[in-house]
């Protein structure tokens, strides 16, 4: 099943590290990222938002993906079909060089009930301790 797992390593009053693992039928990846706590808000502020308008697509950035900066990624939100299913594309850095060249790139499947429950947990993310976690599929 797809799913994309966020868990927090680090943080100071600004600034948190974490490291993302995503993977689907195909792939599984992880990087680990430092994000503005700012930035983090903005990104689950733009996922809760988007159950109010999924015609439309959302790209979220976690770090900085240009510029000589630690690793980062991306999320497109692609517009949800008629049934509420959506398709993420993640694009995630592989930080084996110091051009920041090399990528992946693939799809998760979740539906939009899903994505909004994910940014209402991050929302609260900066507030976990080291080591919580949270998923896009949350196994209750």
């Not at 009930?113 to 599929?137: H, P, Q, V």
Request: charged share 30%; proline share 1%.
């Amino acid at each position: 099943m797809d799913n994309i797992v966020f868990e927090k390593l680090w943080q100071d009053e600004e600034l948190l590290e974490f490291k993302v693992v995503a993977h689907n039928e195909f792939i599984e990846v992880l990087q680990s990222c430092y994000i503005a706590t700012d930035d983090l808000k903005r990104n689950a502020g733009k996922i809760i938002e988007y159950k109010n308008n999924y015609e439309l697509e959302c790209y979220l950035e976690f770090g900085k993906k240009e510029g000589n900066y630690t690793p980062a990624f991306s999320m497109l939100i692609l517009p949800a079909d008629s049934h509420g299913h959506i398709k993420i594309e993640l694009d995630i850095e592989i930080a084996d060089n110091e051009k920041r060249c090399h990528r992946c790139s693939f799809y998760i499947k979740t539906e939009i009930g899903m994505l909004d429950k994910f940014g209402n947990r991050l929302t609260a993310f900066e507030k976990l301790d080291i080591g919580g976690r949270i998923s896009l599929i949350e196994i209750e």
